[in-house]
Nanobody, 113 residues
Framework: QVQLVESGGGLVQPGGSLRLSCAAS????????MGWYRQAPGKQRELVAV???????NYAPSVRGRFTISRDNAESTVYLGMHSLKPEDTAVYYC???????WGQGTQVTVSS
């Protein structure tokens, strides 16, 4: 049974930081390309960042320079470091295995003063 379990969301003030985690099980994590997506109220789900099995990364223009995706294959975990957060970053953030096409349940990130 495949599980992707996100954690680390919460309420943060503008300019603040958060780190999201996604722990995977039931897949051979090291060979999976992993991604973080987000969906704000009334908007379509969008890709935020991707990391390949080899560690190559790519980011949406709106988060490049502020967010960092990383992975720990030994822990089967992918991370999303988020800095200089803005109110427009408010969304439910989802972890996804692009290789195996599985999604996590999502974690809420709210940026507000």
């Amino acid at each position: 049974q495949v599980q992707l379990v996100e954690s680390g969301g919460g309420l943060v003030q503008p300019g603040g930081s958060l780190r999201l985690s996604c722990a995977a099980s039931g897949i051979i994590f090291s060979i999976n390309t992993m991604g973080w997506y987000r969906q704000a109220p009334g908007k379509q789900r969008e890709l935020v960042a991707v990391i390949t099995s080899g560690g190559s990364t790519n980011y949406a223009p709106s988060v490049r320079g502020r967010f960092t995706i990383s992975r720990d294959n030994a822990e089967s975990t992918v991370y999303l470091g988020m800095h200089s957060l803005k109110p427009e970053d408010t969304a439910v953030y989802y972890c996804r295995s692009l290789t195996s096409d599985y999604w996590g349940q999502g974690t809420q990130v709210t940026v507000s003063s």
